[in-house]
């Protein structure tokens, strides 16, 4: 019954996941590129600005549980229009563009999280979550290959009035074809405070050398292709293609391993990656980029973190942690900071991460 349940809504949230990923895909390539001579700090300002809101989604994940899932994801829309707003008004590296950034991520903090939400809620499972996530991966990098390439024949307004409407027909299709009105598992928030603020700080440790790889360690690359718009594009798909191979892999890992120990390995080498990755140059730049570590980090992230606070609260709080991650990058960012402050505090984020799971293992023995 559950296959047949699969069969009919999970490849439609697939492409829908394709179409939302492939617009912020887009935004991050164009804008990463658009503003890589701001510097970075303006960069990591960008970062901040995209991830600070996004604590907001806690308090609406209680929306979610109340009200259900088809409430939940209508700010989706405001977010599609503030993505149109950031091609229109932020064009120069200034306080108005982090304006128009930040609000369309505090939207997406809303709504974004609850499509993952959903997705567990209908059938909580690696293999499910991985094969919905292999549409994120091919929309991150079909993003990567048409951003540049639409930056360098219709320029940067055109190229975000796309991303807009992507993210516009994503969200028509999470509601039409929504396969569970409400979440399967919750918790008494009252009696959820240790657990949630565990959640957070874990979270936070990971998507603060997330988000540096993903902000000032793509710009590098960008630099390291000598600005190359079509060899950026085509590592960025290349990227893609080579993730979404391993998303099976990393779906069956986590149902026959746990989420929990996948998560703790790939941590590990994360550590060893961010700490790496600048010194490297060249083909070995660009090599080094493919490597696929991401599918087991998010799908293993998610999965533990739902297991622990529900799926509405449980995705709500991992993503949340984007705003702590935020603040940190945005205070160092301060400070004029040099690459190697950035590649020191990624490679110590995820190790500290690490040392997070075994206390938190240690604890639950207890």
Not at 132 to 151: C, E, H, K, M
Not at 168 to 192: A, E
Not at 294 to 299: G, R, V
Request: include cysteine; charge should be positive.
């Amino acid at each position: 019954m559950l296959g047949n349940k699969l069969q009919h809504w999970l490849p439609i949230y697939t492409f829908a996941a394709l179409l939302h990923i492939m617009s912020w895909s887009m935004y991050y390539s164009v804008t990463r590129a658009y503003f890589s001579s701001a510097g970075h700090n303006f960069l990591a300002q960008l970062a901040a600005a995209e991830t600070i809101p996004i604590a907001l989604g806690i308090p609406w994940a209680h929306i979610a549980e109340k009200k259900g899932f088809c409430i939940a994801l209508l700010p989706g829309f405001l977010e599609a229009l503030f993505l149109l707003l950031v091609g229109l008004i932020g064009t120069q590296p200034t306080l108005t563009t982090l304006f128009v950034v930040c609000t369309a991520s505090l939207f997406w903090s809303l709504a974004g999280p609850q499509t993952t939400a959903i997705v567990i809620a209908a059938s909580p499972t690696g293999y499910t979550l991985s094969n919905y996530f292999i549409g994120s991966t091919i929309g991150w990098s079909l993003g990567a290959l048409i951003a540049p390439l639409t930056y360098q024949v219709l320029g940067y307004t055109l190229t975000m009035t796309l991303t807009s409407l992507l993210t516009t027909i994503s969200y028509v299709l999470y509601l039409l074809y929504l396969p569970t009105k409400h979440p399967r598992h919750r918790i008494l928030w009252q009696n959820s405070h240790s657990q949630l603020l565990y959640v957070i700080l874990l979270s936070t440790t990971i998507f603060y050398m997330i988000e540096i790889i993903g902000s000032i360690y793509l710009s590098n690359l960008y630099v390291e292709l000598n600005s190359n718009n079509v060899m950026y594009a085509l590592t960025l798909f290349a990227t893609g293609l080579v993730g979404a191979a391993v998303r099976p892999l990393a779906g069956k890992a986590v149902d026959r391993l746990g989420a929990k120990k996948v998560l703790q390995t790939t941590l590990l080498a994360y550590t060893i990656y961010a700490y790496i990755y600048p010194s490297l140059h060249g083909t070995a730049a660009v090599v080094a980029w493919m490597i696929p570590l991401f599918p087991f980090l998010d799908t293993s992230l998610y999965l533990y973190t739902t297991r622990i606070l529900g799926e509405a609260l449980g995705t709500a709080a991992t993503s949340a942690a984007y705003t702590p991650a935020g603040f940190m990058l945005l205070t160092i960012s301060m400070f004029n900071s040099s690459l190697e402050i950035y590649r020191i505090t990624s490679a110590l984020a995820a190790l500290i991460g690490s040392i997070l799971l075994i206390l938190h293992k240690y604890r639950e023995k207890k």
